[in-house]
């Protein structure tokens, strides 16, 4: 992955040794995707049919201290699975006011944005 010209780690976007909690599995996604064509290893059951919706922290910007896997931005999202398919899609979980491109200096984040439920109507 490229940023403002220069390589970045996928596995740890904002350098390692930062937080376990930024790295490797747990290291943030940036971009919103939808993708219908994921390389499966097996089968999925033709039978299993519903969405899994997981949401949690997915920090935007580079941490001001210490890091808190409680803080920062989130991300919510779906895997929809339905007569051996599945469709995976993530987008930013955005709250009234709009994520800022960073804090002022000295300031730190510690609103959780990705604290939310989600609610499916039936059939919907």
Known sequence: MTTAGR???AEAPFGRGL???LEDAYAPIFDEIVCTDARVIGEIPRDLNGVY???GPNPRHLPLGRYHWFDGDGMLHAAHFGDGWMTYR???IRGRTPSTPRPPPGAR???ASWRVIVIAPTGR
């Open 109 to 111: 984040s510690t609103a």
């Open 7 to 9: 390589s970045v780690d």
């Open 19 to 21: 937080s376990p909690m």
């Open 90 to 92: 993530n987008r930013w």
């Open 53 to 55: 919706l997981p949401n």
